[in-house]
């Protein structure tokens, strides 16, 4: 019994001067944390997408509680009603959000372009991209295996005739469509905005003709057009300054003088924020 105590009762003290070493060491080493976390956290949707720059919800929250110059109105996913809890909590002033969709800046459908090779690999566009940049005859274009289908959360992407299509109703503008696309066409737009250029192929015109039938070949009448000088051609591709496209005095002449139709007039407006 003597052995079994004299084995046992030097565990039990250095498990005791552990135990009272890590106390102290709790106290001592702790982080304090700003008491009004929990609350900015909770207003937040936890879509951990990084529209708002930072990692996180967590991590945005967190720049909110420590820092006093970081704006209440980054989450784009939670939009303004987020904004304004998160501006009563913090006791700041409500700043609106500037609401994004995403878009995509193809046209190139199975009516429009074709097949250059008879793919039959893994369904996914990261995938078809490494085997010579797809199975379409326009490297720049949709790749159509829905790589960014499955990363909306929202379901607000589909597939229709071997292009990638947005819901503008259900898209909370995380960003997380974009990101997943290697052929980076998906970009985040301000949903005010009513003008978009429905391609990426930066081939010469001649080329871009061969591949697809709406495709901007860069001939630059929409820049000879443009009343505000809101649109470049840059690379032999049509690019939009959106913060010269404002206010046109002739909304929607770039669209009727486009070529090819590339540029196209849309309505991004109507988004659901999430809850």
């Not at 009272?20 to 951990?48: H, I, Q, T, W, Y």
């Not at 720049?63 to 980054?74: H, I, K």
């Not at 002033?93 to 994004?100: S, W």
């Amino acid at each position: 019994m003597s052995e079994i105590l004299m084995a046992v009762i030097p565990v039990v003290i250095i498990g005791v001067i552990c135990a009272a070493v890590l106390v102290v060491a709790s106290k001592l080493m702790a982080v304090k944390e700003d008491k009004r976390f929990p609350a900015v956290r909770e207003c937040l949707p936890g879509a951990n997408c990084g529209a708002c720059g930072y990692a996180g919800c967590d991590g945005y929250a967190k720049a909110l509680c420590e820092s006093g110059d970081v704006p209440s109105n980054l989450c784009i996913p939670g939009g303004d009603a987020v904004a304004a809890q998160l501006s009563e909590v913090l006791g700041v002033e409500f700043a609106d959000t500037i609401e994004q969709v995403a878009v995509v800046h193809c046209s190139g459908d199975c009516g429009r372009t074709q097949d250059k090779v008879d793919y039959s690999g893994i369904e996914s566009c990261a995938a078809a991209k490494m085997m010579y940049g797809g199975k379409g005859s326009c490297t720049y274009g949709c790749l159509g295996f829905g790589d960014c289908q499955s990363a909306c959360p929202q379901g607000a992407i589909c597939i229709e005739n071997g292009l990638a299509r947005v819901s503008t109703p259900k898209c909370i503008g995380c960003g997380l469509c974009a990101k997943a696309c290697p052929n980076h066409l998906i970009s985040l737009v301000d949903d005010v905005e009513r003008v978009v250029i429905a391609c990426s192929n930066k081939d010469k015109g001649a080329s871009t003709r061969k591949v697809c039938s709406v495709g901007c070949i860069g001939c630059k009448k929409c820049e000879r057009v443009c009343p505000n000088g809101a649109i470049k051609v840059t690379d032999n591709i049509a690019v939009i300054d959106y913060k010269k496209c404002g206010n046109c005095p002739d909304f929607g002449v770039c669209a009727k003088n486009c070529t090819t139709g590339c540029i196209v007039l849309t309505d991004l407006s109507g988004m659901h924020r999430m809850k």
